[in-house]
């Protein structure tokens, strides 16, 4: 951390400075120049939290240098990690596909789906059982009975589930059935939910917020950590922009930055960024090449009747084309697509 | 609700579209070009919601028209809503100052910004129990012991008191002492919160989300009103923007969009926009000249030891010239200044 | 200026980067830490512009900290400015209101539009002859005919005349009919543009650029004062933000920040931040009470016939308010509000 | 086009826009409904630019619908283009890497470059001559001798060179040297400019403005059309977000987007974008794999000394591993690298 004093500040300024910096154990290092005065901190500067630099007399601004995020920081961590998911790695060295439908609606629908996102290459299943939405007058998505039919195509596809969670009183409900849990973008900065699924012992997958910076997902993500659970996967999923012509902007540069910084893998969401079929494919792809641990992508066997972001779910002949980009991208970038588990293998029980 | 056609379309797609929407009891309307065909809808388009008319064949775009919140637009509603905290007004007759310190630290702290509050112009006091933090690392607040802190200052002061709300689980508990719960920024879209708090039975001060929209904003609202509380307040903190020089960029024409779309009361926090002391008072009188119903500020006895956001909060000085802006632009802006509640009047029992 | 070493600098690392500010004339202040090193810089550091420290060996970060525009900045010219433009002030003691059509149509809807103007307190007639458009399809001025028209509306109202400059050819031709020479916000970062002005021995109204941070709006200005010309004033026209209710997003904060940084006058722009006539006023009245130092407006006898922007046009009732609004301010904000020049007083000639 | 009325729109008022639009040879078509009124529009709706319809009395809206870009849209020339610059190919069937130096220095370095673009597989050398800089302080660039030191590169390796126009007064000496114009991403809505390079018998690339939508990037790009030379190459370079990660933020999908927009080529240039050399190469692999035609990249033969963006440049080991990614993601995109024009082959004379 820098302190760098106003070019009016007196002596007497800088000295109470260094006197607080000191007090609190930390070590204040002097550099007086021409106009200006700056003061080094070297230490743990976290003591000086409450201190409120930036108001002291001369304070003209404060400059924090060293990571914040302790846990999920590759400072100390540097070998990036690997996260299992119902025994499904996701991390360097392997390329995972999580695919499904955007919502829970039958059985049928959802083991429909199920069989596209094998197809497609995935080895995890998504779907929502709890949807958040931005009107009070669209689907909220199934509940309790959604999760039943997860636990239900899990059973008979043997693809371990991966399912949201909107609120930190139903975590422990959607942790009994789940084998990861997602949180959305609009909760990435509910301290409660990221406390209660820290607590929950299930491997979470944490999706950027729209207009959150790579530093406050790390941090959204340290919350996780700090109650005792490093199985989370970051998600990438768009960001919003002036730009209106894709429903997000994908932030693509957002994966080699994370990765760089954490040691958790970091996977893509192609389908809510472009948010319209034909992009969904190309995004992917780019996703893949720019070194992403897997992606996640929407399936629905009949898009039109999609009671949640049909107009993103991949169809039929787009399935084979994703399947074929997979295929042919992850020996490029020095990986192995992750196989679905096989059906009847061991399962984790709700 | 309209339906663009694409060049492309056969009739038999035209045809198919309407047919589906007649289906739902919706009007439709066909207007054919030279090169495209127009579907003008008109009637309850909400029953076409999971029609997903954007995927079928044909078409090409399809833009919404009326307006989606019901109960908080202005459209069905044309007079100006007046709330009630404790028995103070927030409505198009008045202006009404919220001050207090960002966080509850100790009952003297408080007290002593309670008179500042005061001193300012306040009729409400604001003060943070529980808050919710960027980093883990960060003071989280005093939980209930900040709430009987700001119980035993209004008692003693006869003000009524605002504190935020951060999780469903504790909303009845932070009821049993507020006089109005605030949501934040980072849970407007905290749709699970939205619906506690539309359940407590205290008003509310819907802080708008850093990168929301203003229509998003109203929806989250809309959330608060379907549990039947429609004692709303609507409050602009500056949204997220390229611009780096302030903590956040206060949108202060989001003061007369959402007047004109809503009948909820709309204030001003210009104090987390700016984020810098210097910069609270300029930005509280522009918020004033614009037609804002009242403002809400950080004082704080001792900003130098604040145990946050200690930078932007206001002290000695800028108290008494705060209050003389507020004083001068009321009537200007024709305008009643809402009085402090004299001490020992009823109040609101825990 | 601080180098931040990284923690696994050596020494080696250290010494050469002291070596390399030392032979640049700058001093160096090392301070090491336990794990890691920070290297403090005061003097001209201009002179390392070209020295990249940020690439070399053991380098993590390089923070810049004093001021970078010399001539513009508030820092050495701590007094604010006033500029003169044909006789009228603007600057910290008044109030000054620039008005007119955004395109000069022709003789009688000018003239009309300057009645206006002075209706609605304008001292300053700006009017648009040269049009930069988004679409090579829309409207692109009168050029050379729209001058003559201004300066014969001069000469009939005695209004000093603002008007666009888009081209460096043309600078010479438009300085000899304006009083001020306005660069538009597309054309901020047009540096020969910039240059261009800075020689043509006019004042100069900036636009800010509509992506355009603070820091780059005064490095633009610093463009044009380093070729000899001060007089310049700052407009704040509105930032694109993902906010769609409003043409622009008003950055109001943006006014108090640049009168903080520079001494240069700055002025608001209601009507293309708002984008529509029911917005002008209400910002019009935010700018005025933010404490900007004058406001420009577009107005216009027949806003539905208007080649150009007609949406936010002032009209008739309009302008009445507008007036009020300005006179009520100007005291309220400790300015004068600025006297229209008399017709018949003397006027510079083009 | 579709014009909603208001509610409280009279049948007057409906009438007189129709009426409005048939006068200007535009078919109008109205559907009724229970609360309101559509008027959709078919024909050259263009003949209506100067009719504001949004300013009509009981207009609500007006919704836009057919691609405004009819030179270098799509819709009418589904077939994408091939640019050719100095006889090398940009376009759908080839991967076309253009490099070089950000500013030529000097003749050894820029020869030096050059041979470091051939080794990482580029076709075309790129260099800056004239510097568009965000300070008056910064290094602006050799200027003619820049373009002579280009030209001597290019006969010395038989590579065509694009390099940067930045004021329409030079675009004929620029384009007596380059094979290519380029247009920097602070000019891409200086209009001047754009007509001055539309008109200058060169190949244009058209780097997309760092806050513009795909939209005014497709517009600007129809400003050089008008001028009759289609030869452009789109160019994305990263827009500016909230993210401070990097120094841009690569707007991938723009990408296709575009493609689909426009049948004008789409290159990237991920230097810019992300801003620091590790950054480069996995946005360089995204870029590739999204589908873009080509990728433009900075080198420097020694960028600790480079007066302009060393710490994006690539050096001796990046070189390669960019070489080998484009050499196998060319056959998976089903593209083929284009090849360096070899020495001694015919050259276009400046």
């Not at 006197?19 to 002097?30: C, N, P, Q, S, Y």
């Not at 690997?82 to 499904?88: E, N």
């Not at 406390?195 to 944490?206: D, E, M, N």
């Not at 080699?256 to 995004?283: C, F």
Request: aromatic share 4%; glycine share 8%; proline share 7%.
């Amino acid at each position: 951390m820098v302190v760098v004093m106003a070019p009016e500040a007196t002596q007497q300024d800088i000295d109470s400075i260094v006197d607080l910096v000191r007090a609190a154990g930390v070590d204040a290092f002097v550099s007086r120049g021409l106009t200006r005065t700056i003061v080094g901190l070297v230490g743990d500067v976290h003591a000086l939290a409450t201190a409120n630099l930036r108001s002291r007399k001369g304070v003209q601004d404060v400059v924090r240098i060293s990571e914040p995020h302790k846990l999920v920081s590759r400072e100390h961590h540097p070998a990036r990690s690997v996260v299992r998911v119902g025994g499904v790695p996701i991390g360097p060295d392997t390329l995972t596909v999580i695919a499904g439908p955007c919502a829970v609606e039958t059985v049928e629908q959802t083991l429909e789906a199920a069989v596209m996102a094998r197809a497609a290459g995935a080895a995890l299943l998504r779907g929502g059982a709890f949807k958040p939405r931005t009107s009070p007058y669209a689907y909220q998505g199934l509940g309790e009975a959604g999760l039943r039919i997860l636990a239900e195509v899990r059973a008979e596809t043997g693809m371990p589930v991966v399912t949201e969670v909107i609120d930190p009183a139903s975590v422990e409900l959607v942790a009994g059935y789940a084998d990861m849990l997602q949180v959305g973008t609009r909760n990435m900065q509910n301290f409660a939910l990221l406390q209660a699924v820290g607590s929950a012992g299930k491997p979470v997958l944490l999706k950027r917020g729209f207009a959150a910076t790579v530093d406050e997902w790390l941090m959204a993500a340290e919350y996780i950590a700090q109650r005792g659970n490093l199985d989370i996967v970051l998600c990438e999923r768009g960001i919003r922009t002036f730009e209106t012509a894709t429903r997000n902007t994908l932030d693509i540069s957002a994966v080699p930055v994370a990765q760089r910084r954490s040691h958790l893998p970091v996977i893509v969401d192609p389908s809510h960024s472009g948010g319209r079929r034909e992009l969904v494919i190309p995004l992917a792809r780019a996703a893949l090449a720019v070194g992403a641990d897997g992606v996640m992508i929407d399936v629905h066997p009949a898009p039109e009747r999609a009671l949640c972001d049909g107009a993103q779910a991949l169809v039929g002949e787009d399935i084979r084309e994703f399947s074929i980009a997979a295929s042919i991208l992850s020996p490029v970038m020095g990986r192995t697509l992750t196989q679905p588990v096989p059906k009847g293998s061991p399962l984790p029980v709700p």
